[in-house]
């Protein structure tokens, strides 16, 4: 039975066809062909990927269909469509392509070490493949190298356990427009194109198909929960982070003003202004604030402690003290406050 499907990709309606149940085998009975004339998109819109799909980060409007192939047109990013198979590789699996040679045989291999792992046949003969890296749970690993399938499945970052997890097609952009007839693997062909008569699905039948899922993937219900749940808490983590940094700010500026209050104290000069007395130089400390001294007498340096010891030198000269202190604001600048403080407006040192 022939039938209609529609999905959607990045808010475009991608129409395309399916033949239910059309799988004949060959004349030699080895070899059974299924006509592939739909795919499914993988993304937010449409996770399932039942048949053949587009990952998500391929230009699925560059693909469609025509009556004998499909076909990839010119795009300015690599496009492909796949199909999960996860079957044990091994050496001489049977495998062909029928395209154009701007389209490309493709595989994802899978193991104990390697969760993604895609490489590409330079040509139709799939005698060389490239890949330019792949993943495993601690990130991606980057290289290019091209190498026979069999030099690929041996590779030792591979480890054991090595799956081919999808098989599909390739077209790379600036390459023009690229057609893929039909895809040969392990016993099948997939015959690509489209085909009349069709039956189009209801809209129950489309609802229910969705709500099959395979191992691994999500349904579209589940995803935009998910999707929603992280958007609320994105949005409370949002608003948690502004009020913060409110917080931080008045943290700030309070601490700003008790340091420059605290600057600001005034300083006094104690001790009897005559030759063999000590002059000390009073007033709160404060952490955070660092406290210089220096004293002059008749107009000369005389000292950076916080004590002056006079001398008969001294007799006769009007003694000040320069006190500056110094401290870092919340933005870590340095601020600077500096007084002066004298004897007396008229005292002089006596002897």
């Known amino acids: 039975m022939n039938r209609k499907f529609t999905s959607l990709a990045g808010g475009l309606a991608v129409a395309a066809l399916v033949v239910g149940g059309s799988v004949a ?33 391929d230009g699925i409007e560059a693909i469609s269909f025509n009556r004998d192939a499909v076909i990839f047109a010119a795009d300015s990013k690599a496009v492909g469509i796949n199909k999960i198979v996860d079957t044990p590789y091994t050496p001489g699996i ?21 969760t993604y792992l895609r ?20 990130g991606r690993a980057d290289y290019v190298k091209t190498q026979s399938l069999d030099e690929w499945a041996a590779e030792d970052f591979l480890g054991g356990g090595v799956k081919i997890h999808q098989i599909g097609a ?46 691994g993937y999500v349904t579209q219900s589940e ?29 700030d500026k309070a601490s700003d003003r008790a340091l420059k209050a605290q600057a600001r104290a005034p300083y006094r000069i104690t001790g009897s202004a005559k030759a063999g007395n000590k002059l000390r130089v009073k007033g709160k400390s404060y952490k955070g604030v660092n406290v210089k001294y220096q004293w002059y007498v008749g107009g000369k340096k005389a000292g950076k402690k916080a004590t002056l010891k006079l001398k008969k030198a001294h007799a006769n000269k ?34």
């Open 119 to 138: 490489i590409t046949a330079t040509d139709g003969t799939l005698d060389s493949w490239i890949g330019t890296g792949y993943f495993t749970d601690e």
């Open 223 to 251: 995803l935009k929960a998910a999707n929603d749940k992280i958007a609320d808490l994105e949005a409370k983590l949002a608003e948690t982070e502004k009020a913060l940094a409110k917080a931080e700010r008045a943290t």
């Open 25 to 57: 085998a060959s004349a030699a009975g080895s070899t059974q062909t299924e006509k592939v004339g739909y795919f499914e998109v993988q993304s937010e819109t449409n996770p399932t990927p039942a048949g053949w799909f587009s990952e998500e980060d």
């Open 170 to 215: 390739r077209h790379h952009s600036g390459e023009g427009e690229g057609k893929v007839r039909s895809l040969t693997f392990d016993g099948t062909t997939y015959d690509f194109g489209l085909v009349q008569d069709v039956t189009p699905y209801s809209q129950a039948e489309y609802d229910d198909a969705l709500k099959t899922v395979p191992a």
């Open 94 to 114: 049977d495998m062909a392509i029928e395209a154009d040679p701007t389209a490309a045989y493709s595989v994802v291999l899978r193991s104990d070490e390697v």
């Open 318 to 351: 009007r003694v000040r003290v320069v006190v500056k202190k110094s401290y870092r604001d919340s933005a870590n600048k340095k601020v600077t406050v500096k007084q002066t403080i004298h004897l007396t407006s008229k005292a002089r040192v006596s002897r």
